[in-house]
């Protein structure tokens, strides 16, 4: 069956260090996105790609990088974590433009 | 740039009942809407979309939307709902030109369903 697997599920980080969130699907998808669940907010998105080697900026973007070395891989990166940056993240991945999309499970972040 | 509306942050029923989830949206293209469900500590689940030919689409477990131009909107429906359909329910959109294709969400509906 065709999945999103994101690691970790849960990290707890200090304020300054460096936070990697993965991603990896076996759906064979052109397209990986990654977004933010805050209450109030819904879901923001961060960075996405069309394929390996390539990253765009999404609605939010400061104080996070992205990377794709592969079709199946597309991290999370947050250089100086900041308490702000406490939330859960989703990554998901669809086929191509206006497919829909398949979600991962998420990981929740604690910035302290 | 497309923006979506869902004006009910929490919507409560009984068993059996009926249940409408309202999503408003703006765009001035060609649209993409659908909606998702996030069943508690889960991720979305894709459940339905529109975008052209019939207004009302059909989903999975009994949900249906129907589109309307002249409204804006794209609400969810079901009509007898399952405490199993508690959850939190998306709308989205997306257009049809250049980096309008991404998927931009509502802020969600928690749906609550008493036995």
């Known amino acids: 069956e065709a999945a999103v697997t994101q690691s970790p599920r849960n990290k707890v980080a200090v304020t300054g260090g460096k936070v990697t969130l993965s991603c990896n699907q076996t759906n064979n998808h052109n397209n990986m996105y990654w977004y933010r669940q805050d209450t109030g907010h819904g879901l923001r998105l961060i960075h996405y790609?069309?394929?390996?080697?390539?990253?765009e900026k999404g609605d939010i973007p400061d104080g996070y990088k992205a990377s794709r070395p592969s079709q199946e891989n597309f991290s999370l990166i947050l250089e100086l974590a900041t308490p702000s940056q406490t939330s859960v993240y989703f990554c998901a991945s669809g086929a191509f433009k206006n497919s829909d999309y398949t979600f991962g499970s998420g990981t929740r972040l604690l910035v302290i | 740039t497309q923006t979506v509306s869902q004006s009910d942050a929490h919507v409560t029923v009984f068993e059996g009942d009926s249940v409408e989830l309202r999503c408003n949206y703006s765009y001035g293209g060609s649209i993409y809407l659908s909606w998702y469900i996030q069943h508690h500590g889960h991720g979305l689940q894709f459940l339905l979309k529109y975008y052209s030919g019939n207004p009302v689409v059909q989903g999975v477990n009994g949900f249906e939307a129907e589109f309307s131009k002249s409204d804006s909107s794209f609400h969810l429906r079901k009509a007898s709902v399952h405490w199993s359909d508690s959850a939190v329910y998306f709308c989205?959109?997306?257009?049809?030109?250049?980096?309008?294709?991404?998927?931009?969400f509502g802020k969600g509906t928690l749906l609550t369903v008493t036995p």
């Open positions: 790609s069309y394929g390996a080697g390539s990253t």
């Open positions: 989205a959109v997306s257009g049809s030109g250049g980096s309008n294709y991404k998927l931009t």
